[in-house]
């Protein structure tokens, strides 16, 4: 959305087709906030030690002119959502109100905790949505609202020229031409039993890219963000524990100032949530079985709850039937974000490697959010980037495709045959007549991934789960329809959703079997300790032939020294 | 074993719509409606058609009306919905519908658009935030938080009989959400916009809107606000 707003600004014309409405989309669930150093909580922020924050974050394998890109542009990219309408919190003096989130610190991690992410009350992310979606209004950018992308349309030079789309209302299928694709498509949550995520977030973008050749990177990487609300996985922020609240097991002990003694509750993410899934698996879990841990926020008090964490009040109360003025939440580490996707540059441009193994441009196809690897996510996402991620890049994405617009695009059009090659997967699922229902197959690849390929990862049951895939491939691939009517059928689009489950959910496998080594999100038990001899570097995966291949990290920035790799302590 | 009774309707194969009765298997537990309706799509008919998305309660996909109460399906549990042992499942009212609990919502949507969603203050921004005090932000709490699920203005007599005209508790909302932003700037422009005897002035204070909203909202006290707005505004 923030990609369409600039490129309806730019006046060129812009169409979005997104298969919900378009204040329904994930981003509104975020909660906690936007990190950006604006230099409000604290005037001496700055950038730098943002950017310094990031790289140590990913376990230094985000890209370090991305990440710089990211926290020097962020500042202008939050003041124009500011100037769009967004209702930030506020400070006493009238800026944007900043919360302490985890990894966050100021001085190259010398200063102590900073307070860096740009919060409206707990509904940041549908703040940021709804202002979005309220300027492209505003802007009369095109919508085909409740229309869903299926394939992607290559000519025959191998450049995207467009999707191939259906209107979920009517049936209608149309190819939809275009001299710029950019995929703001979101995660894929919903590869795993538990998820944060939305129903809706299936993979579409990596589906549509690795049936089209393009490669995938670092999908070894999914954060598991510590407090999923246990049994019904909805997420609670981590602004909790940057507003004061902390995790405790059965002996009410704070079990992380064990794990990290200077940053405790705050430390990263996949820190935290190998320091939970710990307690519980040596016995200090909650609960009658024992298996999960409880988030303390009743210190706090009723007004700060009420005032800065009204959603997560809400929610507790709703979900788990806790009021968190009086008592704990029972929370889990639960799957929550794709680190990886498809690898663009800053511009948002989607890259491919040429048999040389140097980077090649994808001519046509953009991507941005969480479905992009640009990378600043490195191993491990900091709480507060993704938001501005998305936006940052969304925008940069939409100024990258104005300028080349104005420059001039000129991509072959796709023949008939083309279109008919994008098409060929849609018209399979509608002739075909038998086959196996989504729903079991779906719960069968979810259970899958949940059991061979969570927060602790071994190589032999790794194994064991590529091979349960590679069974349900072909099951997959020939899903039969429950239903054939052309109005509004949503069995049709959960089949074409779970093939684009399917397709992200085996990157993923064959990636953390491959990468033997643990760093950021990814934790094997067989090879405890980070490899930088040999991985200090990006994944690759081709879906032809399931191949892994390595790719660099940038480690020059262009305005700051490199920041070099060293062992990560909170 | 609940009984389910869902609203049907397939453009393509029905006449006219009809109630049709699903017995699920809850296995006692105090699921939500949405849990429900998945289980009736997994495993007794997959083409019961609904929408969702966040299963949370912040997207606003589900606004669905349940024994007759408009509610959000993913965090509307059986304890407060079920009466008698029985589930009715039906669209939210007075909108056209597509299929089963899939409405048409086009002129819901309309009005959302005619109240100029969005801030407008042509004075050159500065360098860094507009400033706003707590005082003035506290201003827009229980305006922003809005979801655009339309529980409200299809529970609203009102809006049933001028969907066109009347903008309704949600477009109001956010109308009043805009007025009452220290940093928008267009606040005669949006009056004059709202002044005649529909767009506002339909309201009857019936407070339907108030009683069903899931985020706890009150229209009704915001298009109170309007009003005196528009009356001050003509004296």
Request: proline share 4%; glycine share 6%; aromatic share 10%.
């Given at each position: 959305?923030?990609?369409?707003?600039?490129?309806?600004?730019?006046?060129?014309?812009?169409?979005?087709?997104?298969?919900?409405?378009?204040?329904?989309?994930?981003?509104?669930?975020?909660?906690?906030?936007?990190?950006?150093?604006?230099?409000?909580?604290?005037?001496?922020?700055?950038?730098?030690?943002?950017m310094y924050d990031t790289v140590k974050g990913s376990d230094y394998i985000g890209d370090q002119d991305a990440i710089e890109y990211m926290c020097s542009v962020g500042p202008e990219a939050i003041f124009e959502l500011e100037h769009m309408g967004l209702p930030f919190s506020r400070t006493e003096e009238g800026r944007i109100y900043q919360r302490p989130f985890g990894g966050q610190s100021k001085n190259f991690g010398e200063g102590g905790q900073a307070a860096r992410t740009c919060a409206a009350a707990d509904r940041t992310g549908h703040a940021l949505l709804h202002t979005l979606y309220q300027n492209n209004i505003k802007n009369e950018t095109v919508?085909?609202?409740?229309?869903?992308a299926v394939d992607l349309v290559k000519n025959q030079d191998g450049a995207v020229v467009g999707v191939i789309a259906i209107c979920i209302e009517t049936g209608e299928t149309v190819y939809v031409k275009s001299k710029a694709t950019v995929f703001a498509t979101g995660g894929a949550g919903r590869i795993y039993a538990s998820t944060t995520n939305a129903h809706i977030n299936t993979g579409d973008g990596m589906g549509m890219a690795l049936r089209a050749g393009v490669p995938a990177q670092d999908m070894e990487m999914w954060q598991f963000h510590p407090t999923g609300i246990y049994g019904a996985g909805t997420l609670v922020t981590e602004g909790c524990r940057g507003e004061g609240g902390y995790l405790v097991n059965k002996d009410g002990e704070r079990f992380m100032e064990r794990y990290a003694p200077n940053a405790k509750d705050l430390a990263g993410r996949d820190v935290v949530a190998r320091s939970m899934v710990l307690e519980i698996l040596e016995g200090r879990g909650c609960g009658p079985n024992g298996d999960h841990v409880k988030l303390k926020l009743d210190h706090l008090g009723e007004e700060v709850l009420e005032s800065r964490l009204p959603g997560i009040c809400e929610l507790s109360r709703t979900f788990a039937h806790v009021d968190p003025v009086k008592e704990p939440i029972p929370v889990v580490p639960t799957c929550h974000y794709m680190m990886g996707g498809i690898p663009t540059n800053v511009h948002g441009q989607a890259l491919t490697v040429d048999a040389q193994g140097n980077d090649a441009l994808i001519p046509g196809l953009?991507?941005?959010?969480?479905?992009?690897?640009?990378?600043?996510h490195g191993a491990n996402r900091l709480g507060g980037n993704s938001l501005l991620d998305l936006v940052v890049f969304g925008r940069a994405s939409g100024l990258f495709i104005e300028k080349s617009l104005r420059e001039g695009i000129e991509l072959r059009d796709a023949s008939q045959t083309d279109i008919e090659v994008a098409g060929a997967r849609l018209e399979a699922l509608n002739a075909r007549e038998q086959g196996e229902q989504v729903s079991p197959l779906r719960h069968e690849l979810q259970e899958i991934m949940q059991n061979h390929f969570g927060v602790f990862r071994t190589g032999e049951f790794m194994r064991e789960g590529i091979s349960k895939l590679a069974d349900l491939r072909e099951r997959v691939e020939n899903v039969a329809l429950a239903d054939r009517s052309n109005a509004f059928n949503t069995s049709r689009i959960e089949c074409l959703e779970l093939q684009n489950l399917f397709e992200t959910a085996e990157a993923t496998a064959v990636v953390a079997e491959a990468r033997d080594e643990s760093r950021g999100a990814h934790a094997r038990e067989d090879f405890t300790e980070r490899d930088d001899e040999n991985w200090l570097c990006h994944s690759l995966y081709h879906s032809e032939g399931k191949q892994v291949s390595k790719r660099s990290v940038n480690f020059t920035p262009q305005t700051v020294e490199t920041f070099q790799p060293m062992a990560r302590s909170y | 074993m609940l009984q389910v009774s869902l609203y049907r309707y397939n453009p393509e194969t029905d006449q006219a719509p009809y109630m049709q009765d699903f017995s699920v298997d809850t296995g006692d537990r105090d699921l939500m409606v949405l849990d429900v309706l998945e289980l009736i799509k997994a495993d007794l008919d997959g083409s019961v058609t609904y929408r969702r998305s966040c299963r949370e309660g912040v997207c606003g996909s589900d606004g669905l009306n349940m024994n007759g109460k408009n509610g959000l399906a993913c965090i509307t549990p059986l304890s407060e919905s079920v009466k008698g042992g029985k589930l009715v499942i039906r669209p939210l009212p007075g909108l056209p519908v597509i299929r089963d609990l899939v409405v048409d919502m086009s002129l819901f949507y309309a009005q959302y658009e005619k109240v100029q969603p969005y801030l407008q203050n042509p004075t050159p921004a500065p360098a860094i935030e507009r400033l706003q005090s707590p005082e003035e932000r506290a201003q827009l709490d229980g305006l922003y938080e809005c979801i655009l699920c339309a529980c409200c203005s299809t529970s609203c007599p009102s809006f049933w009989w001028n969907p066109d005209r009347f903008v309704g508790p949600a477009g109001l909302l956010q109308a009043y959400r805009f007025l009452a932003d220290s940093r928008d700037t267009a606040t005669e422009d949006r009056l004059a916009k709202l002044d005649d005897p529909?767009?506002?002035?339909?309201?009857?204070?019936?407070?339907?809107?108030?009683?069903?909203?899931?985020?706890?909202?009150?229209?009704?006290?915001?298009?109170?606000?309007?009003?005196?707005?528009?009356?001050?505004?003509a004296t």
């Open positions: 959305m923030r990609a369409a707003l600039q490129l309806a600004q730019s006046g060129y014309k812009t169409a979005v087709i997104s298969k919900v409405f378009p204040t329904r989309s994930h981003t509104v669930s975020a909660q906690g906030g936007i990190t950006c150093a604006i230099a409000s909580a604290d005037p001496q922020d700055d950038w730098r030690w943002h919508f085909f609202n409740e229309w869903f953009y991507a941005c959010g969480e479905v992009a690897c640009v990378s600043v | 529909f767009s506002v002035f339909r309201c009857h204070g019936i407070q339907n809107c108030v009683n069903v909203c899931p985020k706890g909202l009150n229209p009704t006290k915001a298009i109170g606000h309007i009003r005196t707005m528009l009356l001050n505004r």
